[in-house]
């Protein structure tokens, strides 16, 4: 079979990756890596649209136009029977698990936009069937319309100044001996120099240690740095930004970016108006298409919600909703982690090399914790100050 095309697909794409799939397929025998790579790459390459600027054809990533296709597919398909959006429901989360995994699969250091195209084709989905479906009710208020929007407007401009500079993080540093602010531009070193030392301003390395004694054992604090003392305290290597990043917390791939100290607070603020503006969005389309009841004379609750899948129009609606609410319960657990590692003055890189060592109580508490000043002052630490600092020069 090799060598001779053997599929009805082939009358449509010269591709010899193509070729080997279903030459393996055919043989019930695995398909490498490396042809799915292949094929996942000349799909790309071929799949172009028209440019209207002179530039040629524009090339089309798979990851990307994937989740415009499939999540509003899923919200239509999701409208024809109450049992079809538990199935819809229930696709979803697998499907884009599915991904995941064969994403790490390939390779932990690869980046893709899956799941950032997945987040924002979510947004505007559910704001075009909230403006041109729910508000076509004209049950729903002039100020409560613009609120929607300027939330969501605002979270957008939250992600922008998270996304801003994913991969070279300015740090800054306020040194509690002096207020002076010393700002330290730093990135991966070279493979040939892995070895060599840098050299940091006495400002911002607050302890010394010798790399050839110190032993991950003999560390009784949470040092995220592991073995590498050369860059600065609470800094951590980050494999897919392939650059060190300032009070690393972690790397979020449903925005594609590295978040630690410079981004932190925009990153929270996003998750924040992400979670109000799906609520309340939600809120607002069900007691619109729902018969709602008013509580305390002065809170809306949906109270009779029959006959939705009647016609499309409440059944977009419905589904939209819920959608959202699905989603926005998602983010407000990851709202809730933030909240516990940010009252500890911890991150997310730190709690993970803590659990490795043992050194936590509960999963999510750390022992010993020298970076925590006390529930307020974390807090105020973590809003009035750039980079949060470290307190390692208190350790002997």
């Known amino acids: 079979m090799h060598g001779e095309r053997s599929h009805v ?9 193509l070729d080997e799939m279903f030459d393996k397929m055919f043989k019930c025998e695995r398909v490498p890596d490396t042809t799915i790579d292949r094929l996942v790459n000349t799909i790309s390459d071929r799949c172009r649209i028209p440019s209207c600027f002179g530039s040629g054809a524009v090339k089309l990533r798979p990851d990307v136009i994937t989740p415009i296709l499939v999540v509003p597919t ?24 599915l991904f995941h995994s064969l994403w790490r699969q390939r390779g932990k250091s690869r980046r893709t ?27 729903v208020l002039l100020w409560e319309i613009l609120t929607v929007f300027t939330s969501m407007m605002i979270m957008f401009y939250f992600l922008y100044q998270t996304k801003r500079d994913p991969e070279v993080l300015i740090v800054s540093h306020r040194s509690r001996a002096s207020s002076a602010v010393n700002k330290i ?31 991950d054992d003999s560390v009784h604090w949470v040092d995220s740095r592991t073995s590498k003392v050369d860059v600065p305290a609470r800094a951590g290597y980050c494999k897919l930004c ?18 630690g100290g410079p981004n932190h607070r925009s990153f929270l603020l996003a998750m924040i108006m992400f979670v109000f503006t799906g609520v309340y969005a939600a809120h607002l389309t069900l ?42 319960s998602f983010m407000l657990v990851g709202l809730l982690y933030q909240f516990v590692l940010i009252s500890q003055n911890v991150t997310s890189h730190e709690l993970a090399h803590g659990q490795r060592r043992g050194q936590t109580r509960c999963c999510f508490f750390l022992k010993d914790n020298t970076h925590s000043r006390g529930f307020l002052r974390n807090w105020l630490e973590f809003w009035f100050i750039g980079s949060r600092v470290s307190n390692l020069s208190s350790v002997s």
């Open 113 to 139: 936009l899956f799941f950032y195209s997945w987040g924002i084709t979510s947004v505007i989905s559910s704001y075009l069937v909230f403006q041109f479906f729910v508000v076509a009710f004209r049950e």
């Open 185 to 215: 531009l730093y990135d991966q070193a070279p493979k040939s120099q892995e070895n060599e030392q840098k050299v940091y301003s006495e400002e911002m390395v607050t302890v010394s240690l010798d790399r050839n004694q110190m032993v």
């Open 242 to 259: 392939e650059a060190y990043i300032a009070v690393r917390d972690h790397h979020c791939i449903w925005i594609d970016s590295c978040v």
């Open 74 to 97: 899923c919200l239509l398909l999701a409208t024809l029977h109450p049992v079809m959006t538990f199935a819809v429901f229930l696709f979803m989360p697998l499907f884009v698990l």
């Open 9 to 17: 697909l082939s009358s449509c794409c010269d591709c010899e990756a």
């Open 287 to 328: 007691t619109t298409i729902c018969t709602p009841k008013m509580y305390y004379d002065w809170f809306l609750l949906p109270n009779d919600c029959r006959w939705l899948y009647n016609d499309f129009l409440t059944a977009i609606c419905f589904v939209t909703a819920v959608y959202c609410i699905l989603v926005s």
